[in-house]
């Protein structure tokens, strides 16, 4: 069968609303999830993800909304277009905006942002795009709207845990940030006016300390303050 450019599949309008919800599962919520479980560092030597939760008011809002752009754009592509067509223009423009409209502090280089689309981006788009068609063709209208109504439900869930931890536990880590490539640590790292359980000082490592279960990294304003106001708390190694 020659190959054709042209989609043999018209792709009903639903599926903007569940491409956005898988990218949002996929690609915001499960990768944030290592640094909440299991602390800082716990995803390897790449940089934290944070939550959406757990970023400030300009970079948490404007996601939604670019979730919503690409879910659009992405369904233009894949209604048009072949398949492996329409990811790999999918994959050209998203190159060209992380070159291009991405912050200079937070554009990752050319060669990256290639890696990137070539593994990453098949997971954040031919994954929702084939099991949005198995389930329009095996059942139709009636399971695409369950689909959408699981992927929200799924979405909702993982979301009430991320509140939990943020807002409850307090594991916050917004003092975690992207500094050229590297992580630095603001004072953050506790809750206002709160002491560990245990600060750590080894020879030649940073400081940490254990505090509701976890070892996190500490910045030298918040170690001062915590040996002035948490008198016990030191622990020499």
């Not at 919520?29 to 299991?38: C, D, G, S, T």
Request: overall charge neutral.
């Amino acid at each position: 069968m020659p190959f054709t450019w042209k989609s043999n599949y018209k792709l009903p309008l639903s599926f903007i609303v569940f491409f956005v919800l898988m990218f949002f599962l996929i690609g915001e919520q499960l990768v944030a999830l290592p640094i909440y479980l299991l602390g800082p560092g716990a995803g390897g030597d790449g940089p934290d993800k944070l939550h959406i939760l757990d970023l400030g008011p300009g970079d948490a809002l404007h996601r939604p909304v670019a979730y919503l752009i690409i879910g659009i754009v992405i369904w233009i592509l894949f209604r048009i277009f072949a398949w492996p067509l329409a990811w790999f223009l999918g994959a050209a423009l998203w190159i060209l905006e992380q070159q291009t409209l991405t912050p200079l502090d937070q554009r990752p280089t050319l060669i990256n942002a290639i890696v990137f689309t070539s593994t990453f981006w098949i997971l954040l788009t031919l994954v929702p795009y084939f099991i949005f068609r198995w389930v329009d063709k095996k059942w139709g209208g009636g399971g695409i709207r369950n689909a959408i109504l699981i992927a929200a439900l799924i979405n909702l869930l993982i979301f009430g845990f991320f509140a939990f931890q943020i807002y409850v536990l307090h594991n916050s880590y917004r003092g975690l940030h992207k500094n050229t490539g590297q992580q630095g640590v603001s004072s953050k790292v506790l809750p206002p006016n709160t002491c560990p359980e245990r600060l750590i000082t080894e020879k030649d490592k940073p400081t940490t300390i254990y505090w509701n279960g976890k070892t996190l990294p500490v910045a030298a304003e918040e170690q001062q303050w915590v040996e002035q106001n948490c008198p016990g708390v030191l622990e020499q190694p």
